[in-house]
Structure formats: structure tokens, C-alpha cells
């Protein structure tokens, strides 16, 4: 059983910055991807990033790339997503998540999500 908790949200004003992380307890199937993902009120959820926790491969959503960075650090089992240049419409709940790693999984660990709020 995988647990996944996500913190290091908050309120920011437009242009500044944020770290979350997303803590993994629980023993995964290896090898896995690890990936963020947000929902805006009134919209579907969204990807926003993943990485491979075997050679720490990143892949970005367009609306995010340049600005957002995601890493990990093996040792604390944990997933970080640095967001620098933040926009009001980066407002949403942040949620952390986990997949096997192959083509056809699924996301199938999912944190309680962590709020994000960008003002103008």
C-alpha cells in the first residue's frame, strides 16, 4: 500500500514562487513514475509533470514548461515541483501521483492534494 502526502502550498502573488513536495511511503511496484497533477475549480484535473524514478527522466505540459521543474530525492522517498514565475491561472489543488512504469499503466496512487492560490 503506497501512501502519498503532499505539502507546500499556499498563496503567492503572480511572478513569485513555490515549492511542493510529495512524501511516498509504502512499498511501490518498481520500477515507477512519479508525476503532479491539478484541478482548477470547475475544470478536469490536469498533468502537469511526471519523472521516472530510475534515471529521472522529466517530461512537462506545455503550460508549465520553463517555469516548473519537478525532482526527487531518493533517499527521503520524496518528489519536490518547483514553480517559479507563477500566473493567477497556476491556481488550483496540486495533487501528487504514481504509476508503474509502462506504456499502458495507470495512475493508481494519488495524494489528498495540497491548495495553490496565485493573485493578481
Known amino acids: 500500500q503506497v501512501q502519498l502526502v503532499e505539502s507546500g502550498g499556499g498563496l503567492v502573488q503572480a511572478g513569485g514562487s513555490l515549492r511542493l513536495s510529495c512524501a511516498m511511503s509504502?512499498?511501490?511496484?518498481?520500477?515507477?513514475?512519479m508525476g503532479w497533477f491539478r484541478q482548477a475549480p470547475g475544470k478536469e484535473r490536469e498533468f502537469v509533470a511526471h519523472?521516472?524514478?530510475?534515471?529521472?527522466?522529466?517530461y512537462y505540459s506545455d503550460s508549465v514548461k520553463g517555469r516548473f521543474t519537478i525532482t526527487k530525492e531518493n533517499a527521503k522517498n520524496t518528489v519536490y515541483l518547483q514553480m517559479n514565475s507563477l500566473k493567477p491561472e497556476d491556481t488550483a489543488v496540486y495533487y501528487c501521483?504514481?504509476?508503474?512504469?509502462?506504456?499502458?499503466?495507470?495512475?493508481?496512487?494519488w495524494g489528498q492534494g495540497t491548495q495553490v492560490t496565485v493573485s493578481s
Open positions: 519523472i521516472t524514478w530510475i534515471g529521472g527522466t522529466t
Open positions: 501521483a504514481l504509476r508503474p512504469y509502462s506504456v499502458s499503466s495507470t495512475w493508481s496512487s
Open positions: 509504502g512499498r511501490p511496484f518498481r520500477p515507477y513514475v
